[in-house]
């Protein structure tokens, strides 16, 4: 099993920065893949970036402006977020893919005034 928790969200103005940490904890070292989702109410799970041992990958809508990276001293992973937009306003989830399973954290909200 593992456990994952987010943090760092909050409110700021467009063309503004915020980074949004997970810490994992548990079976950390059975993950294959860990990355950062967005929902924002009444659409779906919208995927934004995975970091994985090949590398790393964004969606178009976020590429060029967010960068995730990861600690795995620290088992924590990241992403920062720059020049954000009004569409960028969600609830961020933290994602984890093992063998085992998938895995989600509890969501930080990110809210950017226009």
């Known amino acids: 099993q593992v456990q994952l928790a987010e943090s760092g969200g909050g409110l700021v103005q467009a063309g503004g920065s915020l980074r949004l940490s997970c810490v994992a904890s548990?079976?950390?070292?059975?993950?294959?893949?860990t990355g950062w989702y967005r929902q924002v109410p009444g659409k779906g799970r919208e995927w934004v970036a995975t970091?994985?041992?090949?590398?790393?990958y964004y969606a178009d809508s976020v590429r060029g402006r967010f960068t995730i990276s990861r600690d795995n001293a620290k088992n924590t992973m990241y992403l920062e977020m720059n020049s954000l937009k009004f569409e960028d306003t969600a609830v961020y989830y933290c994602?984890?893919?093992?063998?085992?399973?998938?895995?989600w954290g509890q969501g930080t909200h990110v809210t950017v005034s226009a």
């Open positions: 548990g079976s950390t070292s059975s993950l294959m893949a």
């Open positions: 994602n984890g893919v093992s063998q085992q399973g998938t895995y």
């Open positions: 970091i994985r041992t090949a590398g790393t």
